[in-house]
């Protein structure tokens, strides 16, 4: 893996990699302090139209993976419980109010080989709110589950497949 990160935070010394427990880490050369290096989390809300269509965010110009599609997602903030950090999420990229529900899924995300993140994606119901793209958002739009969009990530691709076969599952 490619070294991020070069002087320790507690103390300012050099990092220098050392074997503990079997894995190779980072480690304060000066005070020991170990540089442990963690996925971020990012949440997403799985969220239905009266039609049964899925709510989707088209990526804007000025962010990664631009003009891709994806279920409305964004990180959770260092400070933040999770379903208020997916709630301001949402409402930054598409304007509505929601009210997170049950986890449907989580899953690792190692699309991006310089940050591994968890995602977690809840169902989630509106509360309110006007649907318009704002923030990390171009477009904005209620798909069939079954679209073929050009996705941004893989394991949107996975939710949006164990979505189907939930809804097969409980029609048969």
Not at 19 to 36: A, K, M, S, T
Not at 46 to 51: A, G, H, K, L, M
Not at 91 to 97: D, N, P, W, Y
Request: glycine fraction near 8%.
């Amino acid at each position: 893996m490619e070294q991020r990160f070069f002087f320790c935070p507690a103390c300012g010394a050099a990092l220098g990699r050392r074997c503990l427990d079997g894995r190779e880490r980072l480690v304060c050369n000066d005070c020991g302090r170990i540089q442990y290096e963690n996925p971020i989390v990012g949440v997403a809300a799985i969220v239905f139209n009266e039609e049964g269509r899925i709510l989707m965010v088209r990526r804007s110009p000025n962010i990664s993976y631009q003009g891709l599609w994806c279920i409305p997602c964004g990180y959770l903030e260092y400070d933040e419980d999770v379903r208020n950090g997916l709630a301001r999420e949402i409402k930054e990229e598409t304007g509505l109010v929601i009210k997170p529900k049950e986890v449907f899924a989580v899953y690792s995300n190692f699309h991006n080989p310089r940050q591994h993140t968890v995602g977690i994606w809840f169902l989630a119901d509106v509360e309110g709110g006007t649907l318009e793209a704002g923030d990390d958002a171009s477009e904005i739009g209620w798909f069939e589950l079954e679209a073929p969009l050009p996705l941004a990530f893989p394991t949107d691709r996975l939710v949006l497949s164990d979505l189907l076969h939930k809804m097969r599952d409980n029609k048969a």
